[in-house]
């Protein structure tokens, strides 16, 4: 009997993921204004100023990260149950960089300096989240091997760990480019060459192929921001005040790309794998 009508949902079971996201909208707007308070002791005149355009991405990359954090768990209730973990790990992504970027934003406005250890610390989070969903997303529709997993965390950890101690001045920016750019090269060779890479085009329907493709597209273009960012921010010889601007900005576009675009490529696979779900079910 496939034709038996099916009870209307009651409206509080529409509306209970927008209850639900209230108190994380309120956690963010408190940490919000617990770090404009702190930014505003700390230093007198630290009010963003309208030519300050470092400040200005800053701001912009809050709203739009607080903004994805809400619609990916909102959307969390449209997809099957396979797919929720990966959506939940792109809200998270966006939440924890979301708290950071605050702390970041003020740090910035108030004193002019770079957010460094603010910046690592979020990355060190969210990275390792992004190369989780290539796991996560294969595990939808296969048997992955945990191999996978923990080469994925191994470039990762490599990439950022050598960035940071170029960044914060504890090995010269040339070597540590260089094993940054070590860990990102075995990133790439897993996702394209290697296993992960393998089981996508051995196992994967074309919508999970599709974004498979287009993450490692973001991995490629996306990620080769970030050294465009470190070469203009140590490499360049230009001045202390240059550099900074021109490091945070470029980090901060980069963030805003990679970090949203990888949450909605995964939000819409998740969409269109759980309708087609449900048309061969009906």
Do not use: C
Not at 115 to 135: A, K, S
């Amino acid at each position: 009997m496939k034709n038996i009508a099916k009870a209307p949902e009651p409206f509080w079971t529409k509306t209970r993921l927008v209850a639900m996201s209230l108190p994380l909208i309120g956690a963010i707007l408190a940490v919000a204004s617990g770090s404009a308070d702190a930014a505003t002791n700390a230093a007198a005149g630290g009010d963003l100023k309208q030519d300050d355009f470092v400040g200005i991405s800053f701001w912009i990359i809050s709203m739009a990260l607080v903004a994805s954090t809400v619609f990916f768990f909102l959307e969390r209730d449209r997809v099957a149950a396979k797919w929720k973990t990966s959506l939940t790990v792109s809200g998270l992504v966006t939440l924890i960089a979301a708290v950071h970027y605050y702390y970041m934003r003020d740090v910035w406005v108030a004193t002019g300096s770079t957010p460094t250890v603010f910046r690592y610390i979020d990355w060190l989070i969210t990275v390792p989240l992004l190369m989780i969903e290539f796991y996560l997303i294969l595990s939808a529709i296969t048997k992955v091997p945990v191999g996978v997993f923990w080469r994925l965390m191994v470039g990762t950890l490599v990439m950022l760990v050598g960035g940071y101690l170029g960044e914060a001045g504890y090995l010269a920016v040339w070597p540590a480019f260089i094993i940054g750019m070590a860990g990102w090269a075995y990133i790439l060779y897993e996702i394209f060459l290697g296993e992960a890479g393998k089981i996508n085009a051995a196992n994967s329907p074309p919508a999970v192929q599709s974004a498979f493709k287009a993450m490692r597209l973001i991995v490629v273009f996306g990620w080769a921001i970030y050294p465009v960012g470190y070469f203009f921010g140590y490499l360049t010889g230009a001045g202390p005040a240059e550099s900074a601007n021109a490091l945070n900005i470029i980090y901060n576009f980069a963030d805003f790309l990679n970090k949203i675009a990888f949450g909605l490529i995964i939000w819409a696979v998740a969409v269109n794998q759980s309708e087609a779900d449900k048309v061969a079910k009906a």
